[in-house]
């Protein structure tokens, strides 16, 4: 019988998880420590990004150092027509810290985020949409960006519950897509800290994402914090 890998935390209660956490500082330097508590505090899944199609791997890059940045865990890539392929030098390691989650379609995608209970929001100078600071955060938000060249596929457009666009006041009638990814955040995330709404994480998830950050930077504690069995 072939031995399989098994995500056994998920088995386990939230203070045996602590614990756990607790044996496996030893492996991670002081400053790890701390920056992994710092971050892990700022992470939300209530706001997630969804990359329709973008094929310029610099832009694809950029939006994972954005989201990384503004503290979105969860980061939805459509694969239906190219490849994601990040560039490790501009996403400065980004990705690492992230859940990367790849759809073959744009409605696998949207069908999995709704059932999770996300509205989608199509980033769009649609002549319904909300301007950009005005964009209610009262529910959890999936922003789907399109593609540099063609945007938004009809697929999104048709399926979206809300519209939004950024205020821009020149010729030029759009941004690069990784620029809008990161005014969206910027503003989002700054009311979300400045509400009453709880986009934390849970303390059963903060704990889930610190182990599987721990794992990803030490060698012994991926051997230790991981278990087989036969199958």
């Known amino acids: 019988m072939p031995l399989i890998k098994i995500d056994w935390t998920g088995l386990m209660s939230t203070q045996n998880k602590a ?3 607790d044996s496996l ?12 508590r710092a971050v892990v505090e700022n992470r ?3 706001v997630t990004v969804v990359m329709e199609d973008v094929f310029q791997p610099h832009n694809a890059s950029a939006v994972l150092r954005s ?48 059932a999770q209970g996300y ?10 949409s909300y301007e950009l ?22 697929e999104a457009m048709s399926q979206a519950d809300m519209f939004v666009k950024i205020p821009m006041y020149g010729f030029v009638e759009c941004f690069n897509v990784s620029v809008s990814v990161a005014l ?20 059963d998830e903060k704990s889930d994402l610190l182990l599987a950050w721990i794992r990803k930077v030490s060698k012994t504690a991926e051997l230790l914090g991981n278990r087989t069995q036969d199958k």
């Open 44 to 46: 939300t899944n209530y």
């Open 67 to 114: 989201c990384d940045i503004f503290g979105i865990q969860n980061v939805h890539v459509v694969e239906a027509k190219y490849n994601f392929k990040p560039i490790s030098t501009i996403a400065m390691g980004s990705a690492k810290w992230l859940d990367i989650h790849k759809h073959a379609t744009t409605t696998e995608a949207i069908v999995a985020l709704k």
């Open 184 to 203: 969206c955040l910027y503003d989002i995330v700054t009311r979300l800290h400045q509400s009453g709404h709880v986009w934390q994480l849970s303390e």
């Open 19 to 21: 614990a756990l956490i």
């Open 119 to 128: 509205r989608i929001i199509a980033t769009t100078p649609h002549t319904n």
């Open 133 to 154: 600071p005005t964009l209610p955060i009262d529910g959890k938000l999936a922003l789907i960006f399109g593609s540099e060249q063609t945007g938004l596929s009809d």
């Open 25 to 36: 500082w030893t492996f991670i330097s002081e400053n790890k420590q701390n920056k992994m």
